[in-house]
């Protein structure tokens, strides 16, 4: 089973609609959880920090379900810059103890 | 406000020689972290620097890498007698000693990564 594992999509959606991707981990120890963007061969981007509490910043909503071992990142009203690979990242979860274990990503593509 | 700093951005070797990788952490920041990503795969963690110090090289292939993050200047990633396969985006990130307080993630910051290419 792969450590952190996403649907690679892609998800064509237009504008201005609310898209959901989910994410699995396999390491149930693992210790804080993270979105990235990464935009075509560019670097990765920090998008938001995941809590168990879940939060929450802008158009972008992001929860945690420790108990099934998965992360959801929501975004409303999705914009064309929204366009991008979205990286599901695990902390403590076989990339060391504190390197960063990154899922495959999840291709969005907004449409106008 | 300098980011995370990498260079070259672009590296061609041909095999047999040796590569060097250089980054500059975000200031303020003292751990540094390479990834490497291969075409089409995830960014894989590779190791990770204090100081003079290596705290974790779990990710590191066992021959020809390493890496340094001595005391003045910037961290490097040392791969010698590059061979094909090593042909990938090479990217560095770095973080602060620790999270906010009560709410610590630990996050990491990359720099725009080194592009080395094995002829």
């Known amino acids: 089973r792969k450590e952190v594992e996403q649907d690679p999509g892609p998800f064509n959606v237009p504008e201005g609609a609310t898209v959901a991707f989910n994410c699995t981990y396999s390491?149930?120890?693992?210790?804080?959880f993270f979105w990235y963007r990464q935009d075509c061969r560019k670097e990765p981007k920090l998008l938001m920090s995941v809590y168990s509490s879940g939060n929450e910043d802008g158009r972008f909503t992001a929860q945690l379900n420790r108990a099934s071992q998965y992360i959801s990142l929501l975004i409303r009203d999705s914009k064309l810059s929204d366009s991008a690979t979205y990286l599901c990242v695990v902390r403590g979860s076989g990339g060391g103890a504190d390197g960063l274990t990154f899922g495959k990503g999840t291709h969005l593509i907004i449409q106008p | 406000n300098a980011g995370v700093m990498q260079n070259p951005r672009h590296l061609v070797r041909r095999r047999g020689q040796e590569a060097r990788l250089r980054c500059s952490p975000m200031k303020g920041h003292s751990h540094v972290y390479w990834y490497r990503q291969l075409p089409e795969e995830g960014l894989k963690f590779m190791v990770y620097?204090?100081?003079?110090?290596?705290?974790?090289e779990s990710g590191m292939p066992k021959e020809r890498f390493s890496a340094e993050f001595p005391k003045e200047g910037p961290s490097i990633l040392r791969i010698q007698q590059v061979v094909r396969g090593d042909s990938a985006a090479y990217f560095c990130?770095?973080?602060?000693?620790?999270?906010?307080?009560?709410?610590?993630?630990?996050?990491?910051?990359f720099g725009p990564g080194t592009r080395l290419t094995v002829t």
């Open positions: 390491n149930s120890a693992s210790q804080s």
């Open positions: 990130a770095s973080s602060s000693s620790t999270g906010l307080a009560g709410r610590s993630s630990y996050e990491q910051y």
């Open positions: 620097l204090q100081k003079e110090n290596i705290i974790d």
